[in-house]
C-alpha cells in the first residue's frame, strides 16, 4: 500500500486547510484510514482516524474543529481542518491500517503563524 498525502501549507491563525491522502497498490481491506501528526521536538501523536464502517476516533485537542471524512470508492481519506491554532503546527502523515498493518505517507507540512 502507498499513500500520497497532500495539502499542507502556510496558514494563518484561524484559518482552515483540508488534507487529502489517496491509498494505491494493494488497497483491499483498508480497516483504518487517518491522520497522525509530529511537530518538533515532540512524538508523533494521533489526530484523527476512521474505520471502513464509519467510526471516528479523534484527539482531544482537534474536537469541533478537525473533521475526518473517506471515500472508500476513491481509497482516499480528508481532514479538514478549521479554526487552526499554531500549536497545529506539525507535519501531518496518513496511516492506514490492513490485515493489522500499519503504512505511512511521506508527511505534509501545516505551518499556522501569522
Given at each position: 500500500?502507498?499513500?500520497?498525502?497532500?495539502?499542507?501549507g502556510?496558514?494563518?491563525?484561524?484559518?482552515?486547510?483540508?488534507?487529502?491522502?489517496v491509498?494505491?497498490?494493494?488497497?483491499?481491506?483498508?480497516?483504518?484510514?487517518?491522520?497522525?501528526?509530529?511537530?518538533?521536538?515532540?512524538?508523533?501523536?494521533?489526530?484523527?482516524?476512521?474505520?471502513?464502517?464509519?467510526?471516528?476516533?479523534?484527539?482531544?485537542s482537534?474536537?469541533?474543529?478537525?473533521?475526518?471524512s473517506?471515500?472508500n470508492?476513491?481509497n482516499?481519506?480528508?481532514l479538514?481542518?478549521?479554526s487552526?491554532?499554531?500549536?497545529?503546527?506539525?507535519?501531518?502523515?496518513?496511516?492506514?491500517?490492513q490485515d493489522?498493518?500499519?503504512?505511512?505517507?511521506q508527511?505534509?507540512?501545516v505551518?499556522?503563524?501569522?
Amino acid at each position: 500500500v502507498q499513500l500520497q498525502a497532500s495539502g499542507g501549507g502556510l496558514v494563518q491563525p484561524g484559518g482552515s486547510l483540508r488534507l487529502s491522502c489517496v491509498a494505491s497498490g494493494s488497497t483491499f481491506r483498508l480497516n483504518v484510514m487517518g491522520w497522525y501528526r509530529q511537530a518538533p521536538g515532540k512524538q508523533r501523536e494521533l489526530v484523527a482516524v476512521m474505520a471502513s464502517g464509519g467510526i471516528t476516533n479523534y484527539a482531544n485537542s482537534v474536537k469541533g474543529r478537525f473533521t475526518i471524512s473517506r471515500e472508500n470508492a476513491k481509497n482516499t481519506v480528508y481532514l479538514q481542518m478549521n479554526s487552526l491554532k499554531s500549536d497545529d503546527t506539525a507535519v501531518y502523515y496518513c496511516n492506514a491500517i490492513q490485515d493489522a498493518r500499519a503504512y505511512w505517507g511521506q508527511g505534509t507540512q501545516v505551518t499556522v503563524s501569522s
